[in-house]
């Protein structure tokens, strides 16, 4: 459960951790942060290649040595307290030889809040 004015902290150290650098976090923090601005707390989820290959194809026409997947399932909450969530495992990451990334959001509530 973070908080709305946590969120930059969480995901700048969540993404480092799981393999993330640079410009491919503050992508992401520049993408979402704003759009985030509808709940003063979340419940997030993270989700890695194992849980991501059983719903999302991908295809490369080179196939990379590495390649991380990183979802953030997502749900607003007005009760942070009534949760008790741990922390995720994060899976080993190289970021050696031809490599690529993927992050992304899944939100699960009204996406009308989302401008």
Known sequence: ??????LEFFFSEHLEKSGFAGK??????????PKLQ??????????????IEKLI???????PDNFRRLYYLMKETDDPGSVDIQPPEIPAFKREGFFGVEWGVVFY???????
């Open 24 to 33: 491919e976090i503050d992508d992401f923090l520049e993408w979402w942060i």
């Open 1 to 6: 459960v973070i908080k709305r004015e946590d």
């Open 109 to 115: 509530h009204n996406m009308n809040s989302i401008k």
């Open 38 to 51: 509808f709940s003063d707390y979340f419940l997030i989820y993270p989700q890695y290649e194992n849980d």
């Open 57 to 63: 194809d991908i295809s490369f026409s080179v196939k």
